[in-house]
């Protein structure tokens, strides 16, 4: 079964891909400063013991006469310091984000901080884990958490330090490796945008896929944006980054793997291809698309049926939508 390939592929994801919509945008690196202890007491929540070790933020006054200059805080200090530490550690935010990664043994958590109402929404599970982990919360205010938090982050009165994931490979997952076991890939072609890669995360998590691969280099690295647009999902879906995208796709090829790439100027429509039962979804960058040489590592290109009122989609609901037809017809 295979396709005619186009010697140019073509740009986005739907019928007339001209122009490139909208990206999103990075984050930003504060600078280090020095880190005080906070003071440790005993509270409780909603009637129930969490069962962790919860501290108290230090709101004392901060403001000085007129004409003086001010200090840095010392919560702005604390968050400074800890943001921008050599380690490796990293700030993820949001409710799901937050929850999905206490209930992730794999992933290592450094310290907790939430509002007073955050901690007391967190399920029974997520109150478990922390305890498992003997991790401490200390609860701030508001305003104490937004100067921790990284600037512009919806971060819903939570805050967790973690470490990286650990690096994955495809040796790592027994439903890839298995040429018996339907499965469902997605690998992404230099899409940069990590608010994208995100809910991408998010989708794939959804209709089932077992992993995400992107490149090593020309991807965002593993941040709290991401972990906050895939809602949960960066703790569940593996995520692999590669060094050789085509490698990659070859790798897959031999382990029985047909390879869809998605083009705006294919011939046929995604729902016109002949689907196997393990299937790489394949898709590009907004406004530039498949690079050539992926294209080239494609069984098959194809496109989606958008009508001429928008010239493309976005990538990322070009994968939730490309990934529902798959889902749908595997068995």
């Known amino acids: 079964m295979s396709n005619k390939r186009r010697p140019q592929p073509g740009k986005g994801h739907g019928n007339d891909p001209k122009t490139p919509p909208r990206t999103g945008s990075g984050g930003h690196k504060p600078g280090r400063h020095t880190a005080p202890h906070p003071k440790h007491v005993s509270t409780q929540s909603s009637g129930k013991s969490s069962g962790s070790t919860i501290t108290q933020g230090n709101p004392q006054s901060r403001g000085q006469s007129q004409g003086q200059s001010q200090a840095p805080s010392r919560v702005q200090n604390r968050a400074q310091n800890e943001i921008a530490r050599p380690d490796k550690r990293l700030w993820l935010y949001g409710h799901h984000a937050v929850e999905a990664a206490l209930l992730n043994g794999q992933r290592g958590c450094l310290?907790?901080?939430?509002?007073?109402?955050?901690?007391?929404?967190?399920s029974a599970p997520a109150r478990d884990a922390i305890t498992r982990r003997r991790l401490s919360m200390e609860i701030m205010t508001g305003d104490e958490l937004a100067a921790v938090?990284?600037?512009?982050?919806?971060?819903?009165?939570?805050?967790?330090?973690?470490?990286?994931?650990?690096?994955?490979?495809?040796?790592?997952?027994?439903?890839?490796?298995?040429?018996?076991?339907?499965?469902?890939?997605?690998?992404?072609?230099?899409?940069?945008?990590?608010?994208?890669?995100?809910?991408?995360?998010?989708?794939?998590?959804a209709f089932g896929a077992v992993a995400v691969v992107t490149q090593d280099r020309h991807a965002p690295p593993e941040s709290g944006v991401i972990a906050k647009s895939a809602s949960g999902a960066l703790e569940t879906i593996p995520w692999l980054r590669?060094?050789?995208?085509?490698?990659?796709?070859?790798?897959?090829?031999?382990?029985?793997?047909?390879?869809?790439?998605?083009?705006?100027?294919?011939?046929?429509?995604?729902?016109?291809?002949?689907?196997g039962a393990r299937i790489v979804l394949i898709l590009g960058a907004e406004g530039a698309g498949l690079r050539h040489g992926?294209?080239?590592?494609?069984?098959?290109?194809?496109?989606?049926?958008?009508?001429?009122?928008?010239?493309?989609?976005?990538v990322s609901n070009a994968a939730a939508i490309s990934l529902y037809e798959f889902a749908r017809r595997i068995p």
Do not use: Y
């Open 111 to 122: 310290a907790l901080r939430a509002t007073k109402n955050a901690a007391e929404a967190l």
């Open 149 to 205: 938090a990284p600037i512009g982050s919806v971060h819903q009165g939570i805050l967790l330090a973690v470490e990286p994931l650990p690096a994955l490979a495809f040796e790592d997952l027994p439903t890839v490796m298995n040429k018996e076991q339907p499965a469902i890939v997605v690998v992404l072609d230099q899409v940069t945008d990590p608010h994208n890669i995100g809910a991408i995360l998010r989708s794939a998590a």
């Open 242 to 275: 590669v060094v050789n995208l085509s490698r990659a796709l070859d790798d897959l090829a031999q382990h029985g793997f047909w390879r869809i790439g998605l083009d705006g100027q294919a011939d046929k429509r995604l729902d016109q291809i002949d689907l």
């Open 294 to 314: 992926t294209a080239g590592h494609c069984d098959a290109l194809a496109k989606l049926p958008i009508t001429s009122a928008i010239e493309s989609l976005n």
